[in-house]
């Protein structure tokens, strides 16, 4: 019994080292990735805010066709002949922005494409931007990669796995007696500067446990997914994404628009909400038109897809996520989950909420340190001063 209960004390001493240094060396990063993942939770939201220009403040009732709306995008960017990606919104008052991968000013970059944003009632050009060039692409790349590509992505997913340690060893110091439980979950009213900032950082902690074990856990499936989809591919097969191509008729042939494209891709999902469309990419593209059946767990980013060739029309291939096996399932509900969309409103404000309290939880857990420290100097310069003042008998004069 003495054995087991000296090990105890040990053992928490070991936890609670481990949950300091990881905390004081990982504390500023989290907080910063915390801090920036709250912001781009509303993300389309903060950006309009920022570019006041990019809202209709005037919508009229009919908008022009897409194939419209495409043109007089390349009229605006002529130099730009490769496939262009455009995100459809459902707001009446937001613009079309559409994506241009690759440009030549930013190749070298893992991933900058263009964006341009397009009113989708005249055709006007609202916008011309790089991503990573305005202010929450480049809070996407700092939360994402800290501004350093792949390197980045790696070291985040390493902050991530230690993250989760910090939690669990965070449980575990907290973890009270059942009796004490209810004390352990609430702020002790009129205490000390130094009780409160404790309470602070633990119920930061505790409250937000669940959401933050979720987000450390998607944040690296996230991060390293040529590490982690295989490893799922283990349990089900996962769907290779079809590239069909176009077939060039044998005189010549246009395109055909893209508002033909659409409706040949709403016929397989008549009741599915258009969100994008993907233009051909050379003369043996495909038209991909991305839709959302109800259900789907991201707003933006669902994971219905039709391929429509360029010249007929035909449908080329097709991807329900209802016909996913459970693998594909798991990895679609990853992005949706991290950011909050899964479950609407409510899931966005949790993350919005866990983020911002991870630049508490760093910041009082220094101040507990720096007051424990401070707490250990003054018993040492306590009990030297006691010491200098009952000075102990010389061992020669003990033997007299």
Request: charged share 20%; no cysteine; hydrophobic share 45%.
């Given at each position: 019994m003495k054995s087991?209960?000296?090990k105890k004390p040990a053992r928490r001493q070991f936890w609670l080292a481990a949950h300091l240094y990881l905390g004081l060396s990982?504390?500023?990063?989290?907080?910063?990735?915390?801090?920036?993942?709250?912001?781009l939770v509303f993300y389309i939201d903060l950006d309009e805010w920022l570019n006041p220009q990019l809202i209709i403040s005037e919508p009229s009732a009919q908008r022009l066709s897409y194939e419209d709306i495409f043109q007089a995008l390349r009229?605006?960017?002529?130099?730009?002949?490769?496939?262009?990606?455009?995100?459809?919104?459902?707001?009446?008052?937001?613009?079309i922005t559409a994506r241009y991968y690759k440009p030549q000013e930013t190749e070298h970059h893992g991933f900058a494409p263009l964006m341009v944003s397009v009113d989708p009632y005249s055709g006007a050009v609202l916008a011309d931007r790089f991503w990573g060039k305005f202010a929450m692409t480049w809070l996407y790349d700092l939360h994402y990669k800290l501004l350093l590509d792949e390197t980045g992505k790696i070291l985040l997913a390493i902050v991530?796995?230690?993250?989760?340690?910090?939690?669990?060893?965070?449980?575990?110091?907290?973890?009270?007696?059942?009796?004490?439980?209810?004390?352990?979950?609430s702020l002790k009213r009129h205490a000390s500067r130094e009780r409160l900032n404790y309470d602070l950082h633990k119920l930061a902690?505790?409250?937000?446990?669940?959401?933050?074990?979720?987000?450390?856990?998607?944040?690296?499936?996230?991060?390293i997914p040529q590490y982690v989809n295989p490893l799922l591919g283990h349990f089900s097969p996962l769907q290779a994404s079809p590239k069909p191509l176009s077939v060039p008729p044998q005189t010549h042939q246009a395109r055909i628009s893209l508002d033909q494209a659409v409706a040949a891709g709403q016929a397989v999902f008549p009741l599915a909400r258009l969100c994008w469309i993907e233009t051909p990419d050379g003369t043996?593209?495909?038209?991909?038109?991305?839709?959302?059946?109800?259900?789907?767990?991201?707003?933006?980013?669902?994971?219905?897809?039709?391929?429509v060739d360029q010249y007929s029309g035909q449908v080329l291939a097709v991807s329900n996520p209802d016909e996913l096996g459970g693998s594909d399932t798991v990895i679609n509900w990853l992005h949706p989950l991290h950011t909050g969309e899964a479950l609407g409103l409510t899931g966005r404000l949790l993350v919005l909420f866990s983020g911002l309290l991870c630049p508490v939880l760093f910041i009082t857990g220094v101040i507990r340190w720096l007051q424990k420290r401070r707490g250990r100097e003054?018993?040492?310069?306590?009990?030297?001063?006691?010491?200098?003042?009952?000075p102990q008998p010389s061992p020669n004069l003990l033997k007299r």
């Open positions: 087991t209960a000296s990982l504390g500023l990063v989290i907080a910063v990735v915390g801090l920036t993942g709250s912001l009229r605006a960017e002529p130099a730009r002949q490769r496939g262009w990606r455009l995100e459809i919104p459902d707001d009446p008052r937001r613009a991530g796995g230690l993250l989760l340690i910090s939690l669990v060893t965070g449980v575990y110091l907290w973890w009270p007696p059942l009796h004490k439980l209810k004390n352990a979950l902690g505790i409250y937000s446990l669940i959401v933050m074990l979720v987000l450390a856990l998607t944040g690296i499936a996230l991060e043996g593209g495909s038209y991909r038109i991305n839709l959302r059946q109800a259900g789907e767990p991201s707003q933006r980013f669902p994971k219905t897809n039709v391929w003054m018993r040492h310069r306590w009990q030297t001063q006691l010491s200098a003042k009952n």
